[in-house]
């Protein structure tokens, strides 16, 4: 079974092999409020760890993507380009941003598991 890490830009990913399905988390979702539009990186793209990969913008703000790892943009979700408020509705199921293939594993060992970026979200919020 693949497991869930999160960053501390609010982003999850599940490695699936050699790729990785990158999303928001709810947490960020509650703090963004009513997503209306979201902008992804195009298939094909390298991405670094850390990078600014597209953006999200809600009634409130407007927010960067960044992606938790290196690699290769291999699939984006057009169904939430096509309609962003999806996101707000299963924002770590369905409505995953974008599908890395990832250079370096090793970059997954920074990342934080749901324990531990439960606690972050909490103590970030207070």
């Known amino acids: 079974m693949s ?3 999160f ?11 050699e790729v990785a399905t990158i999303g928001i988390t709810k947490n960020a979702t509650e703090m963004l409020g009513d997503i209306v ?5 195009e298939k094909g793209l390298n991405v670094e760890k850390d990078g600014t990969v597209g953006v999200i913008e809600s009634t ?5 993507v960044y992606t938790p790892v290196s690699g ?5 979700n057009k169904s939430i ?42 103590e970030s919020a207070s």
Not at 72 to 76: A, Q, T
């Open 81 to 122: 380009v096509d309609d962003a408020s999806k996101i707000n509705t299963d924002p770590e199921g369905n409505s995953w941003l974008f599908k890395l293939k990832i250079k370096d594993k090793s970059e997954l060992d920074s990342l934080m598991n749901k324990e531990e970026y439960d606690k972050f979200a909490k």
């Open 7 to 17: 960053s501390k830009e609010h982003e999850w990913i599940k490695l699936e092999g």
């Open 72 to 76: 290769e943009v291999v699939d984006i």
């Open 3 to 5: 497991e869930f890490k």
């Open 60 to 64: 409130k703000a407007a927010s960067d």
């Open 37 to 41: 539009f979201v902008e992804l990186p």
